[in-house]
C-alpha cells in the first residue's frame, strides 16, 4: 500500500516526513501535496511530533544545516500550522503497550514506536476511512508495512 495516496482518506505523519513541510528536502513537495490535497481534519499527528520537531530543528540549528533565525522562524510556522492544519493524536494507554512491543518486534527506538502506535491506533479509530502512515524513516516503514498499516514514504512516491 505504500504511496497510494489516492485510497487514503486520512494521514497521520512522522516527524521525519512533517519536517519535509518545513525543510526544503527531498520528499518536500510531495508532503506538501498531501497537506495541500486534504482538509485539516484529514491530517494528524501525534503529540509526540511538536516535541521531535522542536529537537529536529534546535539539532539542524546547531549542525549549521539552519541558521539559529531560520530555526525560531520555522519553529513559529510549525506552531502556526499545527494550530490550523493539524489534529492531534493523544497517546491512549494501549499506545504505550503497543510501542514496547514495536520494539521487541522491529527494534524501533522509543520515539518511532510510539509514532506508529499512534498510527495504528488513529487507524483503527477512524475505520473504515483508511488511514495512511506518512513516513520518511526506512526502518519505521519497514515496521509499519509489517504491521499492516498503509504507508506513504515522500521520498520515493
Same mark, same amino acid.
Given at each position: 500500500?505504500?504511496?497510494?495516496?489516492?485510497?487514503?482518506?486520512?494521514?497521520?505523519?512522522?516527524?521525519?516526513?512533517?519536517?519535509?513541510?518545513?525543510?526544503?528536502?527531498?520528499?518536500?513537495? /510531495?508532503?506538501? $501535496?498531501?497537506?495541500?490535497?486534504? *482538509?485539516?481534519?484529514?491530517?494528524?499527528?501525534? &503529540? %509526540? +511530533?511538536?516535541?521531535?520537531?522542536?529537537?529536529?530543528?534546535?539539532?539542524?540549528?546547531?549542525?549549521?544545516?539552519?541558521?539559529?533565525?531560520?530555526?525560531?522562524?520555522?519553529?513559529?510556522?510549525?506552531?502556526?500550522?499545527?494550530?490550523?492544519?493539524?489534529?492531534?493524536?493523544?497517546?491512549?494507554?494501549?499506545?504505550?503497550? /503497543?510501542?514496547? $512491543?514495536?520494539?521487541?518486534?522491529? *527494534?524501533?527506538?522509543?520515539?518511532?514506536?510510539? &509514532? %506508529? +502506535?499512534?498510527?495504528?491506533?488513529?487507524?483503527?479509530?477512524?475505520?473504515?476511512?483508511?488511514?495512511?502512515?506518512?513516513?520518511?524513516?526506512?526502518?519505521?516503514?519497514?515496521?509499519?508495512?509489517?504491521?499492516?498499516?498503509?504507508?506513504?514514504?515522500?521520498?520515493?512516491?
Amino acid at each position: 500500500m505504500t504511496g497510494r495516496l489516492g485510497a487514503a482518506e486520512a494521514f497521520l505523519f512522522d516527524t521525519s516526513a512533517l519536517a519535509k513541510r518545513f525543510v526544503q528536502e527531498s520528499g518536500s513537495e /510531495r508532503v506538501v $501535496e498531501i497537506c495541500h490535497g486534504a *482538509a485539516p481534519e484529514t491530517l494528524w499527528i501525534s &503529540q %509526540l +511530533a511538536p516535541l521531535e520537531m522542536r529537537s529536529l530543528l534546535r539539532l539542524a540549528s546547531d549542525t549549521g544545516r539552519i541558521t539559529q533565525e531560520q530555526a525560531v522562524r520555522l519553529r513559529n510556522d510549525f506552531g502556526r500550522v499545527m494550530r490550523r492544519g493539524f489534529q492531534v493524536w493523544e497517546f491512549v494507554p494501549r499506545d504505550w503497550s /503497543r510501542a514496547g $512491543e514495536y520494539i521487541d518486534r522491529h *527494534a524501533l527506538r522509543p520515539g518511532d514506536a510510539l &509514532q %506508529l +502506535a499512534a498510527a495504528i491506533s488513529l487507524h483503527e479509530s477512524l475505520a473504515p476511512k483508511r488511514t495512511a502512515f506518512v513516513c520518511s524513516d526506512r526502518n519505521l516503514l519497514r515496521a509499519a508495512n509489517a504491521e499492516g498499516m498503509p504507508t506513504v514514504d515522500p521520498v520515493s512516491g
